[in-house]
């Protein structure tokens, strides 16, 4: 599928990840409403604990948290990422894809500047989850952008 519209379905399914209330807590909220379209259902999906992926789950078990310096550059990054993501969905497609890539760039120049083995993981799955993203079906682009936005969410809680 085009890129265009898999970034609209990213954009569509991570605003409702954020209505939803996407809290790190393991209580389901019964006021979400019932999956009606590929955004909702793709939402709904990787709200429950089954469709996040393992390595996805926990962004930087392995290595450690994101140091609080790190957290400093990482916070802004995982607040601002709908907002800098969601008007490449109306660009037509050379322009989206120039998007995605400068903003691909400015990620990789955050990730140089971080100290911790956390926070250039965090950081690191995120680019390469974009980075996927573009070679994905937008049913699968989804589910791995609304993961690994909430990965990078969690990294810096």
Do not use: N, R
Request: net charge positive; with cysteine; glycine share 6%.
């Amino acid at each position: 599928m085009s890129q265009l519209k898999s970034l609209t379905v990213l954009a569509l399914a991570a605003a409702g990840l954020l209505a939803a209330g996407c809290s790190s807590s393991s209580s389901s909220s019964s006021s979400v409403p019932a999956a009606t379209s590929p955004a909702a259902s793709a939402t709904a999906a990787a709200t429950s604990p089954s469709a996040t992926p393992p390595a996805a789950s926990s962004p930087a078990a392995a290595v450690g948290k994101p140091s609080a310096a790190d957290c400093k550059i990482i916070k802004p990054i995982s607040a601002s990422a709908i907002a800098k993501l969601t008007p490449l969905s109306s660009e037509p497609k050379a322009k989206a894809t120039a998007g995605m890539q400068a903003y691909i760039a400015t990620l990789t120049a955050a990730e140089a500047k971080l100290t911790s083995a956390g926070g250039k993981k965090a950081i690191g799955d995120f680019i390469t989850s974009l980075e996927k993203s573009q070679t994905e079906s937008t049913s699968a682009a989804t589910t791995l952008m609304i993961a690994a936005l909430g990965s990078l969410g969690k990294a810096c809680p």
